[in-house]
């Protein structure tokens, strides 16, 4: 099977993997390619299977990364997914292969990304990354790990590391309901927007959505997750998108 790697010239007639045919999430699969346009001025990479399947990789400099990590000279992995009837098939393997050797090309000090420290959605498998030689250099409350693959021996000033806004696993605003989005994810856009509004007012609960709509913006939130965060009272809950829908937002909220 063949890999093809999206850029500004083949992204209009490309599909980027999720929501392809999900109409609900049309306008947010225009913001998320729109998103990787202007991200691909900034070295950001999107590779995937050539076929209408969710395997794909994307990354760029961790330094233009809209994520609140601190890595120097490391590319940061964004989404990493290979679904249904294509895994166990060498996707991943092959996929993060090509991500290693176009860091190595660049002369970077390795790959770092953010994962949960148990499995979170829309995060990739911190298991089968560590199997893969990446290391955790930093866990911090609300679940969430930092881990990378370093070419080369790392200082402690060196090592890649969360910035302060993550450190308290809480956003500054305390009551209700507060989700942080971006449209990194074409799913969010939607959501956000329709159903938790729905599934905040059913419940009386106060609703308030910011959207990173920057990388200073997402460089300085409270959550590694900028695709979508949900907090609750203050407290982070859940990377789930689905806690927006009304059916859903119980059952994940009781978990959590």
Avoid at 113 to 141: A, R
Wanted: with cysteine.
């Amino acid at each position: 099977m063949e890999y093809i790697t999206l850029t500004k010239e083949n992204i209009d007639t490309e599909h980027i993997c999720c929501a392809f045919s999900d109409k609900k999430c049309s306008i947010g699969y225009e913001m998320k390619k729109q998103w990787l346009k202007e991200e691909f001025n900034n070295g950001w990479v999107f590779r995937r299977l050539d076929e209408r399947a969710k395997v794909f990789i994307e990354y760029g400099p961790a330094e233009q990364a809209w994520v609140p990590v601190t890595a120097p000279n490391y590319l940061m992995i964004g989404c990493f997914w290979v679904s249904g009837k294509y895994k166990k098939q060498g996707h991943g393997k092959r996929l993060l292969k090509a991500a290693i050797e176009s860091a190595k090309k660049q002369g970077k000090s390795g790959l770092v990304t953010v994962v949960g420290t148990k499995k979170y959605h829309f995060m990739s498998d911190t298991k089968w990354l560590i199997k893969q030689g990446f290391e955790i250099c930093e866990s911090i409350p609300g679940g969430f790990s930092l881990i990378s693959m370093s070419f080369n021996t790392v200082t402690s000033d060196d090592r890649p590391r969360f910035n302060e806004s993550v450190k308290s696993g809480e956003c500054p605003d305390k009551n209700g309901i507060v989700a942080y989005y971006s449209n990194r994810c074409p799913y969010s856009e939607f959501h956000i927007t329709n159903s938790l509004v729905e599934t905040a007012h059913n419940r009386g609960l106060s609703l308030k959505t910011i959207k990173l709509d920057t990388m200073k913006k997402a460089q300085s939130a409270p959550t590694p997750a900028t695709i979508f965060s949900l907090f609750l009272d203050g407290r982070f809950k859940t990377t789930d998108i689905s806690v927006c829908m009304d059916s859903r937002f119980d059952k994940i909220i009781g978990k959590s």
